[in-house]
């Protein structure tokens, strides 16, 4: 019989994380899906305080989601962008899973997923520290799961493609858009739903063998 989970997913205000909440959610997990006031990604204080907040709280997954993408050339990379970028997509998921690894060995079970993506592999123009971060979550992934392994606890990061979300629709005009889409073998972009159930089988009981993986979802995209 399955025990009950509590998950925080980051950046479960819309796009990505909205459906990773819901898709938990539908699946029993009680979810904390914190806003920004009370777990300000680009503050190690508050992280180090939401952590605080919650130790003995239950928190058995942990989804690192929230990530931020500024696009520059990389003459016109400001520091302080280049440092929120690696502040939000890789120092804070390792701050939270430093932070909720000692409950997790615990209960000696643990989930945790860093959402990545394909630029973690592939590379294109004004992405240097988007490229990087994702790179160096990857780097924790494998890590994490190597010292999380005996207790029970999973680690992997999975890496999109091209998604229907505020940040692609931001990042990208409807015509780059229709262009990209063009290059995807399935034609279309994915839907966060889509994500979404990926990420719920890596959490669940029923992933008891897959760790330490970097999972690529983008439609045949970077196979080509
Ligand atoms: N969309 C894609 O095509 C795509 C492809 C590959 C990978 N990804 C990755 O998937 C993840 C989600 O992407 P998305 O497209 O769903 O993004 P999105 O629609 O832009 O949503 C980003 C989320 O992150 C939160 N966030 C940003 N900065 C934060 C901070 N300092 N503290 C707390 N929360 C913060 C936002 O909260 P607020 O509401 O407070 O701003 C929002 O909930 C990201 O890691 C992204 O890199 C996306």
């Not at 804070?92 to 630029?119: C, E, H, K, T």
């Not at 494998?142 to 979300?165: C, F, H, K, M, Q």
């Not at 629709?169 to 966060?192: G, M």
């Amino acid at each position: 019989m399955s025990v009950p989970h509590t998950a925080l997913v980051t950046g479960a205000s819309r796009g990505i994380g909205a459906a990773i909440a819901s898709a938990l959610s539908d699946r029993g997990v009680t979810v904390l899906s914190p806003r920004r006031q009370d777990l300000d990604l680009l503050s190690s204080d508050s992280i180090r305080a939401f952590v605080a907040r919650h130790r003995n709280a239950g928190i058995d997954i942990l989804v690192n989601n929230a990530g931020i993408n500024i696009l520059n050339a990389i003459e016109a990379v400001r520091p302080e962008d280049w440092q929120a970028m690696l502040q939000v997509n890789l120092t804070a998921p390792a701050l939270l899973a430093q932070g909720l690894a000692a409950d997790m060995r615990a209960r000696r079970w643990g989930r945790i997923v860093n959402v990545s993506s394909v630029f973690s592999q592939i590379a294109k123009e004004k992405r240097a520290a988007y490229c990087a971060s994702k790179a160096g979550l990857d780097g924790l992934t494998r890590t994490l799961a190597v010292e999380l392994g005996p207790d029970g606890i999973l680690v992997n990061s999975i890496a999109p493609g091209y998604v229907d979300t505020e940040l692609t629709q931001q990042n990208n005009s409807p015509q780059n858009l229709a262009k990209i889409t063009r290059t995807i073998p399935l034609r279309r972009l994915a839907q966060p739903h889509e994500i979404a159930r990926l990420i719920a089988f890596l959490c669940s009981e029923d992933n008891t063998y897959l760790t330490g993986q970097t999972l690529v979802i983008d439609g045949g995209l970077i196979c080509q």
